[in-house]
Structures are given as structure tokens and as C-alpha cells.
């Protein structure tokens, strides 16, 4: 019985996740209300709140679901270039969804979501490059450069999303690399 529940549960929750991908792309996000949900996926409101507090929970999850299989579809997920280009790939294939989620969300909620989600790739990605270069920068000096460039790559998707026409993923994210691994080199150099 126990798995059965489980299994209900799990088909509820996708349920509720394809239901929300549809309902993004078509309304803002603050347009979407958990009334209109749960009417739409055929379930109580009850229901909703066993598997998520509220919409900004569930936006969290769906955000980290699709982050997920963009980087499943890669050959190496450790990879910050290959990442980038990929949800650079998926915004550029996707704006209006694009468009409801940044239209909706605070200046908060959008760093919230955007620092989260690319705190560790960038972290790895600084230290794979001080492995590589057979250096050492203590966790506060990493910490600090992943920091200022979590907001600089901030700065180029919201600026990549708010361009017409979008430039190519590949020039885009090559200049973006560039600059990046720039400012690592920079980093190291001075630290010694």
C-alpha cells in the first residue's frame, strides 16, 4: 500500500509540474494562482499544499526540475561553457516563458533563484581553473570571485533575455567565457 501511495504521490506532483509549464507559458507568473491550478490538474487545494508551501516553492522546484534536464542533456554537467549555452539555448527557444518568470519576480526573488542555481557551477568551475593552473586562493578569496561573477553573469542573461533579436548562444557565451576566465587568471596573478 505504502508504494502505491508513493506512486500516486509522485504522478500528482508531475502533474502539478507539467500543469504549471503549461499555465507559464501562457500567464506572468504572478498571474497564476493555486485556485487556477488545482482546477486546471483536477485536484483539491489540499493537495497543492501536501507537496508544495506555496506558488514560490513550486516555481523554485520547477526552475531546479528544468535546470536538471538541461544538464542531463550535456556530456560533461561540470562543464560552465556547455551549461551556459545550454539555458542560454533554452531562453532563446523559450522567451515567453522567459519573459512571465523575469516580468513577475522581484529584483529579490530573481537574484534568490539566479545566485542559487549558479553558486556551485561557478565555484567548480574557479577551482577546476586553480587545479588546472596548479594554484591556491583560500575559500573566502574563491567565495569572493565566484560572488562577482554570479553577478556579472546575472548582468549577461538578463541582458541576453531583454535583447531583440538574440545574438547567437555560441558568439554570446564564448565573449561571456572570455571575460571570465579573464578575470580568474587576473585573480590568481595578483594573489601571487
Given amino acids: 500500500m505504502h508504494q502505491e501511495e508513493l506512486s500516486m504521490s509522485m504522478l500528482t506532483m508531475k502533474t502539478i509540474m507539467q500543469t504549471f509549464s503549461e499555465m507559464i507559458e501562457e500567464m506572468p507568473f504572478d498571474k497564476i494562482t493555486v485556485l487556477a491550478l488545482v482546477k486546471r490538474c483536477e485536484i483539491n487545494h489540499n493537495t497543492f499544499y501536501y507537496h508544495f508551501q506555496d506558488l514560490y516553492e513550486l516555481l523554485d522546484k520547477w526552475i531546479q526540475y528544468e535546470i536538471d534536464k538541461l544538464v542531463k542533456t550535456l556530456e560533461d ?9 545550454a539555458v542560454f539555448q533554452a531562453c532563446k527557444e523559450y522567451p515567453k516563458i522567459i519573459n512571465h518568470i523575469l516580468s513577475s519576480l522581484s529584483k529579490e526573488q530573481l ?3 539566479f545566485f542559487i542555481k549558479t553558486e556551485d557551477s561557478i565555484s ?21 570571485t565566484a560572488e562577482f561573477c554570479r553577478f556579472a553573469l546575472a548582468g549577461y542573461f538578463l541582458k541576453f533575455n531583454y535583447m531583440q533579436p538574440k545574438p547567437d548562444v555560441d558568439e554570446y557565451v564564448n565573449h561571456f567565457e572570455w571575460i571570465f576566465d579573464d578575470l580568474v587568471h587576473w585573480t590568481l596573478e595578483s594573489r601571487e
Fill in 111 to 113: 537574484e534568490y533563484h
Fill in 77 to 85: 554537467p561540470t562543464d560552465l561553457k556547455a551549461e551556459m549555452k
Fill in 124 to 144: 567548480k568551475y574557479i577551482k577546476k581553473q586553480l587545479e588546472d593552473a596548479g594554484k591556491y586562493l583560500s575559500d573566502e578569496q574563491i567565495q569572493s
